[in-house]
């Protein structure tokens, strides 16, 4: 390894870097990174704040209205076959709970209920518009999923907030998932 010094004649290709602050500052080191984990990602979505590739979204953004969204079983069986795709999640799980009480009337629906249910069942229209299986998830780090949930959020007008799509509860659920893996 050899080291360039900055400024360079010639700007260095930087993916990450690791900022390091005076000693005096009591601020620990900082690692960026300037480079997108999917490739072809390169537009910024308005609403979400995230990079996508809107070609390759399933189809053009739309302005849709999650706020009137109904509750159906149809519905639920559309968000179930596409979140099936991606493994068991116990976010989902709780929030496929969710909607299953609000069908059956043991719970009010919320607006985060509204969100994740119209979220999903337009997210798996647009993996059906690129032509990907049920139940298939692509081999290919994870970028159709960013691509297709990215534009899904531009379409409903959301932030990149998970607290906008999941319950705090469904929330912790994950967590506790991902903590399980880790041991």
Not at 16 to 35: A, K, M, R
Not at 70 to 85: A, C, F, N, P
Request: aromatic share 10%.
């Amino acid at each position: 390894m050899e080291a360039s010094p900055l400024p360079a004649l010639e700007p260095e290709d930087f993916e990450d870097c690791i900022y390091c602050f005076p000693p005096e500052s009591g601020l620990p080191p900082l690692y960026i990174v300037f480079s997108s984990p999917y490739p072809g990602a390169t537009i910024l979505g308005a609403f979400s704040g995230r990079y996508y590739n809107p070609e390759k979204a399933g189809g053009p953004i739309e302005k849709l209205d999650w706020e009137e969204a109904l509750i159906t079983q149809d519905g639920i069986d559309l968000v179930k076959l596409h979140t099936s795709r991606f493994g068991s999640s116990d976010g989902n799980k709780t929030m496929i709970d969710r909607l299953e009480k609000i069908l059956y009337g043991e719970m009010a629906v919320t607006d985060t209920d509204k969100r994740f249910y119209t979220h999903e069942v337009r997210e798996l229209e647009r993996y059906r518009r690129l032509g990907i299986a049920d139940g298939i998830e692509p081999d290919d780090e994870s970028e159709t999923w960013n691509n297709t949930h990215t534009a899904t959020l531009e379409d409903y007008r959301l932030s990149s907030d998970f607290q906008l799509l999941y319950t705090p509860e469904a929330l912790e659920a994950d967590a506790a998932q991902t903590q399980r893996g880790y041991k």
